[in-house]
């Protein structure tokens, strides 16, 4: 039997939600968004830290181009905490933006770019 292994392609994506920082590697060929796939392990990697919290989008980008901000995306924090099984917090987020902006996060778009992933 003759398996052939796919080399993994690593992306390299930074992501920041307030004053917290970043640096996660993905493997391009196991995941459709490497960003989504890095922001969520952001938040699952920061969950139990006692001053962590979160804003209403999360910004990832690839290290490379990290001066490039065109090349930035903002994800929506709410599908990210719901992605991470945060649900709770989730809710708390939307119910307080929905509260002060009368903005429903769960029926805001992914992430700020939808033309990237067409």
Same mark, same amino acid.
């Given at each position: 039997?003759?398996? +052939?292994?796919?080399?993994?392609?690593?992306?390299?994506?930074?992501?920041?939600?307030? *004053? /917290?920082?970043?640096? @996660?590697?993905?493997? =391009? *060929?196991?995941?459709?968004?490497? &960003?989504?796939?890095?922001?969520? /392990?952001?938040?699952?990697?920061? /969950? +139990?830290?006692?001053?962590?919290?979160?804003?209403?989008?999360?910004?990832? !980008?690839?290290?490379?181009? =990290?001066?490039?901000?065109?090349?930035? @995306?903002? !994800?929506?924090? !709410?599908?990210?905490?719901? *992605? +991470?099984?945060?649900?709770?917090?989730?809710?708390?987020? /939307?119910?307080?933006?929905?509260?002060? &902006?009368? @903005?429903?996060?769960?029926?805001? +778009?992914?992430?700020? *770019?939808?033309?990237?992933?067409?």
């Amino acid at each position: 039997m003759n398996k +052939s292994i796919e080399v993994p392609k690593i992306k390299t994506i930074v992501v920041k939600c307030l *004053n /917290r920082t970043d640096t @996660i590697d993905v493997d =391009e *060929n196991l995941f459709d968004d490497t &960003y989504m796939e890095a922001a969520t /392990r952001f938040l699952e990697k920061n /969950r +139990s830290v006692p001053d962590f919290s979160v804003s209403v989008v999360i910004t990832c !980008y690839e290290k490379k181009d =990290e001066k490039d901000v065109n090349k930035h @995306i903002c !994800y929506n924090t !709410y599908l990210v905490l719901i *992605n +991470s099984a945060l649900h709770e917090k989730a809710e708390m987020l /939307r119910l307080n933006f929905l509260k002060t &902006y009368k @903005i429903d996060l769960q029926k805001e +778009s992914l992430h700020g *770019n939808e033309s990237k992933f067409k």
